[in-house]
């Protein structure tokens, strides 16, 4: 039967017409609501384990807002630099908080705030820091194991059987192993003093305990970090993140830029992060360690590890790879020639930060030294001129943070050694109880280079942008919330399908509207206008022309009983260009989320409707997964998706997570292409995963 637009705009909001009832905050909603607004603005595949492993810890382990350091406090994510100065004026001034609800007169918080954030914060007195025992480790420790495998059902090409005759002439015509992905992790820790772990992982395709992967996984990572250990603040071997600054000089890992969080502009450096995730490239492996001298922190690190690369040249003896083209950063080993490849170079890092931090102020320095194990030079494309060559970089960072009563101003400038120069500075101004103002702006020359920047940007590199971003969050009636930003920006010189110099811009505005405990809903309108090439026929001189991307969404959370929770959402988009292209897209999703208080099982399950004209107009939606795996697919074409994710807790120790998910495209007879195409209509996906707790 074929359902108009119309009569699915008519289901949708018969099916959202509400139903009141109370009902806490939930934890797990809290923590995918964040995670869901930052993925929404990228397209970049990021990792976000070491976020959500920071809430699920202080939603075990509370954080005692009576002591909480401002560090606590900023790895929250849910409290923005005036709230936790707020709260620490008040502290000093009134004495320690008697209860959770006190925190409600405190300046910038209101009830909506605290109810957030009281499954993450306690109330008691305020203790001394108690020293280490090695006795402790074994007696108070936990420890989890998790074990996960999933697998596409539908034969996709790069798995199915082929002629040994054409295998032999193209040995890349199929994948060397089995289609199903394995992911093992074990983590410890004692409450924050002491964390360990291991995590190894086999993609799709990889081989497992043969061929090119006899020892089993693919990649594995492993990581020991102890916390409090006298000077020693943190002393971590194996595998890490490093975070300083405003991430200009030295910062891996997860980073927020524009987000339907406008305050959330400026980075809250956490130093040495342990490292547990499956990013096969962005981490530091070595060791590193940060000592305490009352106000100054000094870190030094240093990392080695091998990395993917395009071999380009050799030598005489083709023992020794001498130039490389491309690093890959994809982690995968399927084919033969991804397997030649892996681990072609060395990377060498080491440096040091110096950080001294005082109430009012902080100060740094970073010094970061790359070494690479081949010369890395590029194809001669005329984008590529500016982009860096050779075997060792240099940089030298200078970051710094000030607090004034209203306004708290932020920065960082970075130096490549003998290349360019990159600086980003911003302010957050407290205009009143009900108006906040964030401004940042960035300059990054084209001949900047530093591997493990992730600084406030439109590009994914640090490089090659001038911009200036203005945000504000206004509180203007009970209820009601109104966040809005513009970034304007420009890239100097040629970018990757952009022959000229060229610029862009963002226009976004959010309100959100909340009736009470058991609903909430939101209205938003983007705007994002870019420049590309133009395609001519017959092929010409190309200049950049104008494309305009609109968003407009409406969401809409309620509760209809203690354990039934609604979520619906309808999303619009337009694509056009400057030519007179239009394109146009559409996605309508109801979920229903079950969660009984009497017996230890949940459910989420979603019904998405959805049409784009390209993949132009795709839209992303954040999807419930298994503990420490994220669902953000893109939904474009015509079809309809749906899944299924069921979580059985057994004694409160172990819990057994099982999710399907399938896609059915209308218009398509066949998913995907190359070794990922599967003949067909559907793609199904099935996952299975336990952790069991000791």
Known sequence: ????????????????????????????????????????????????????????????????????????????????????????????????????????????????????????????????????????????????????????????????????????????????GSPLKLYTRYKYN????????????????????????????????????????GKIKTLLIGDYHLRFGQGLTLWSGLSFDKSPYVLNIKKNAQGIVKYSSTDENHFFKGIATTVSFNNLDITTFLSRKMLDANISQSDTSGSQIVIVENLQNSGLHTIPGQVEDKDAISETIFGTHLSYNHRKFRVGGTFVQSIFGAELIKKSQPYHQFDFTGKENTNFGLDYQFGLKNVILFGESSYTLHKGLALVNGALFNLSSRVTLSVIYRDYQKNYHAFYSNAFSENTENRNERGLYLGTEVLPVKNLKVSAYADVYSFPWLKYRVNAPSYGQDYFVQADFFPGDKMSMYLRFKHKTKQININQDPPSIDHPENTHHQIFRYHLSYRI??????????????????????????????????????????????????????????????????????????????????????????????????????????????????????????????????RIKF
């Not at 990889?206 to 006899?214: I, M, Q, Y």
């Not at 669902?631 to 998706?641: L, N, V």
């Open 1 to 176: 039967m074929r359902i108009t637009r119309v009569s699915i705009l008519i289901i949708f909001f018969i099916l959202t017409h509400p139903v009141y009832s109370q009902h806490p905050v939930q934890v797990q909603e809290i923590i995918e609501n964040f995670i869901e607004e930052i993925a929404n603005t990228t397209d970049r595949d990021l990792d976000y384990s070491v976020f959500f492993e920071d809430l699920l810890f202080f939603y075990h382990n509370p954080i005692n807002i009576n002591q909480a350091s401002t560090e606590e406090l900023e790895k929250l994510q849910l409290l923005n630099d005036f709230q936790i100065k707020s709260l620490q004026s008040y502290i000093e001034k009134t004495g320690p908080f008697l209860s959770i609800y006190e925190i409600q007169s405190v300046y910038g918080f209101d009830k909506d705030l605290v109810q957030k954030i009281s499954p993450f914060i306690k109330v008691a007195e305020p203790k001394q820091i108690a020293l280490f025992e090695l006795k402790d480790a074994i007696k108070y420790g936990r420890h989890q194991l998790f074990i996960r495998g999933q697998q596409i059902l539908e034969e996709q090409k790069g798995f199915s059987e082929i002629e040994d005759s054409l295998y032999r002439e193209n040995p890349n015509a199929r994948y060397l």
């Open 561 to 690: 009983s203690e354990s039934v929770q609604f979520r619906n959402r309808i999303e619009l988009v337009r694509f056009t260009k400057d030519s007179n292209t239009k394109e146009t897209g559409y996605l309508l999703y109801q979920d229903i989320l079950y969660s009984p208080s009497n017996f230890p099982l949940s459910l989420s399950f979603r019904y998405a409707i959805f049409d784009t004209d390209t993949y132009n107009t795709r839209i992303y939606a954040y999807e419930n997964d298994v503990l420490y795996s994220f669902s953000i697919p893109a939904y474009y074409s015509k079809g309809i998706r749906t899944y299924c994710l069921v979580k059985y807790t057994y004694r409160e120790k172990n819990d057994l997570w099982l999710r399907y998910a399938q896609t059915y495209y209308a218009n398509k007879t066949s998913i995907g292409s190359g070794l990922n195409e599967i003949n067909g209509q559907t793609k199904s996906e099935i996952k299975v995963q336990v």
């Open 190 to 229: 004692l409450g924050n003093k002491i964390y360990a772990g291991f995590t190894t992982e086999k993609d799709a395709g990889e081989e497992f305990f043969k061929g090119s992967n006899k020892q089993g996984f693919d990649f594995s990572s492993a990581h020991l970090q102890i916390n409090r250990l």
